[in-house]
């Protein structure tokens, strides 16, 4: 059983999402979640789901760390950071704008860099130890047309997380990249509406189902408990079998 009793979690782009996700089954487990996020209506969907909004912009490197300093001062503790916080941009590649592929950077690998420095500061000052989970996704092991610059800061996410977990492993902190595949988010969802959509969906799958955010949150969750002790430094796949088949975006045409 996954135990955040007593732990303080902070879960970035919490307010929907994947991050929405993170924050029900970190608060299921115990945990006192605050949600970072900067969406219109973010504070009653975060407090629907337990959690409290600290609002700030990822994007924005001072106020973000400035906030992730206000949660170790309210609460008198922090036990773990999930970067999730996230944009998903696919430009055709010839004709993309570098200002573009400067936001997914910013949004995607700097904020990463940026809350996980800022935490680990406070884990190292505290001697409490504590776990980062850095949201990343399955586009750094296979990706596909305009997913160039969004499959970059994915991968980069991950091997960021190597050399962090090297880091800071001396100080009791665990760091690990999540890397889910396709999930119903609430713009899946909608779109999934559609069944022959939903079918395509599906097969793209080893399960036949794709990722709720739920089932993602679950593996983040005990990525942040003491029971994924022996873990750090890991690129945990979370995508129902979705890149382990080479051409895996072409099963709906095969028969079975």
Not at 34 to 44: K, S, Y
Not at 124 to 138: F, P, T
Not at 189 to 210: E, L, M, Y
Request: proline share 2%; net charge negative; glycine share 12%.
């Amino acid at each position: 059983m996954i135990d955040l009793t007593e732990k303080v979690i902070i879960v970035t782009g919490a307010a929907s999402g994947i991050g929405r996700g993170v924050l029900r089954m970190a608060r299921a487990a115990g945990a006192q979640v605050v949600g970072i996020d900067i969406a219109p209506g973010a504070e009653d969907r975060i407090a629907a789901e337990g959690g409290l909004l600290y609002r700030a912009d990822v994007g924005d490197p001072g106020s973000f760390a400035a906030t992730i300093d206000r949660v170790r001062s309210d609460f008198g503790r922090l036990d773990g950071l999930v970067n999730n916080a996230g944009i998903t941009r696919a430009p055709d590649f010839l004709g993309a704008d570098v200002a573009e592929w400067d936001l997914l950077w910013q949004v995607n690998q700097r904020s990463v860099l940026i809350g996980s420095q800022a935490a680990a500061r406070i884990m190292v000052k505290d001697r409490l130890g504590g776990a980062i989970v850095n949201i990343a996704s399955n586009h750094a092991r296979a990706s596909d047309v305009g997913y160039e610059a969004y499959a970059g800061t994915k991968g980069g996410i991950v091997a960021m997380t190597r050399a962090m977990a090297w880091s800071l492993g001396r100080h009791g902190i665990r760091v690990n990249a999540l890397c889910p595949g396709l999930t119903l988010t609430e713009h899946v969802a909608n779109v999934a509406r559609d069944p022959a959509i939903a079918k395509t969906f599906n097969s793209w799958h080893a399960t036949g189902q794709v990722n709720t955010v739920d089932q993602v949150g679950q593996v983040a969750a005990f990525l942040l408990s003491d029971a994924s002790a022996a873990i750090s430094g890991a690129e945990i796949l979370a995508d129902q079998g979705m890149v382990a088949r080479l051409g895996a975006l072409g099963a709906e045409k095969d028969e079975v």
